[in-house]
């Protein structure tokens, strides 16, 4: 017999900013292994929206409610505070206009959920001062030329843009290059060069 394959540290992480009985939308939830862990673990009312026919095939096997749709065009059409949280999971960077993204996320949710690849890791910028070419690593598999993506963000180009969009930060955490989670008191500068990888939770502004 197979054995399960171990659940992405950074989808246990992000389930564990989602309160139990939330309502949930996961924007871009692939093949919904987050969606079906919230599901399981926090008894949510999980919905999710997917740009590819594959992930949504994938979803609703697993007994998701997940509809085809593209976060730049279709979060339009989503109502004001519909959800409790809205999930965007390493798929920032694939967007077309991540601050409308991000946008329509938090007047959707009360909150926001954002993880993503930092490109301002210290092995991206060594791979481009050294070789002068685009960067491989482990979270960045794909050739320069095939990569979906479009928006190369930082963890300080993402607290930027938090603060252009006038979101309050309510917790915030990176990876380093083993998984681990960086100290929580360490300076943003510190969790850009080593934070591998980011998970913020935001909410508006109030007043």
């Known amino acids: 017999m197979n054995a399960k394959p171990a659940t992405r540290i950074d989808l246990l992480l992000v389930a564990d900013m989602?309160?139990?009985?939330?309502?949930?939308?996961?924007?871009?939830?692939?093949?919904?292994?987050?969606?079906?862990?919230?599901?399981?673990?926090?008894?949510?009312?999980?919905?999710?929206m997917e740009i590819s026919q594959k992930g949504v095939n994938d979803c609703v096997a697993k007994g998701l409610s997940v509809v085809q749709g593209d976060a730049d065009i279709d979060l339009a059409d989503y109502p004001t505070d519909g959800?409790?949280?809205?999930?965007?999971?390493?798929?920032?960077?694939?967007?077309?206009?991540?601050?409308?993204?991000?946008?329509h996320m938090l007047r959707i949710g009360a909150r926001a959920i954002v993880s993503f690849p930092n490109f301002g890791?210290?092995?991206?910028?060594?791979?481009?001062?050294?070789?002068?070419?685009?960067?491989?690593?482990?979270?960045?598999?794909?050739?320069?030329?095939?990569?979906?993506?479009?928006?190369?963000?930082?963890?300080?180009?993402?607290v930027a843009l938090a603060e252009l969009v006038d979101a309050r930060i309510v917790k915030a955490m990176a990876l380093d290059s083993e998984g681990a989670q960086m100290r929580v008191e360490a300076p943003w500068w510190l969790w850009n060069l080593l934070g591998e990888q980011a998970m913020f939770l935001l909410e508006r502004k109030r007043g």
């Open 83 to 103: 959800f409790d949280y809205v999930i965007l999971s390493q798929t920032l960077q694939a967007t077309r206009n991540p601050r409308q993204v991000l946008e």
């Open 121 to 158: 890791h210290w092995r991206i910028r060594w791979q481009i001062a050294a070789r002068g070419r685009m960067p491989v690593t482990p979270n960045l598999t794909y050739a320069w030329y095939e990569t979906p993506n479009i928006h190369f963000c930082s963890i300080r180009d993402f």
């Open 18 to 48: 989602v309160e139990k009985g939330a309502r949930v939308l996961d924007v871009g939830c692939g093949d919904g292994d987050l969606l079906r862990l919230l599901a399981d673990t926090k008894g949510v009312d999980a919905r999710g």
